[in-house]
Nanobody, 129 residues
Framework: EVQLVESGGGLVQPEGSLRLSCAAS????????VSWFRQAPGKERQFVAA????????YYGDSVKGRFTISRDNAKNTLYLQMNSLQPEDTGVYYC??????????????????????WGQGTQVTVSS
């Protein structure tokens, strides 16, 4: 059974940092590109960051570029999101997701949430003073 389990969310003050993790199981992690999405209250879910299946290529949403860093450890079957300089507008539920195609990391697919087949349950990030 494919499982994605996020952790690391919480309450942080503006300009603070958090590191999210996503533990993957039930599939060959190193064969799939994986990504982070987020959903703020009352808003649609949006793309945050993606990483290719071997980890050599990354993509970011415009609002997080330069502040967030996505990485993966294929030996540990874990995806990470290092979030720095957090702002109140970064508040939301953060989800990790697996791209539906193995051994593929095309940017158009990675930015399109409809192309993902498995999602975690999400972890809440709240940025507030």
């Amino acid at each position: 059974e494919v499982q994605l389990v996020e952790s690391g969310g919480g309450l942080v003050q503006p300009e603070g940092s958090l590191r999210l993790s996503c533990a993957a199981s039930g599939f060959t992690f190193s064969s799939y590109a994986v990504s982070w999405f987020r959903q703020a209250p009352g808003k649609e879910r949006q793309f945050v960051a993606a990483i290719s299946y071997l980890g050599g290529t990354t993509y970011y949403g415009d609002s997080v570029k330069g502040r967030f860093t996505i990485s993966r450890d294929n030996a540990k079957n874990t995806l990470y999101l290092q979030m720095n300089s957090l702002q109140p507008e970064d508040t939301g539920v953060y989800y990790c997701a697996r791209l539906g195609n193995a051994h593929y990391s095309g940017e158009y697919y990675l930015r399109n949430q409809a192309k993902y087949d498995y999602w975690g349950q999400g972890t809440q990030v709240t940025v507030s003073s």
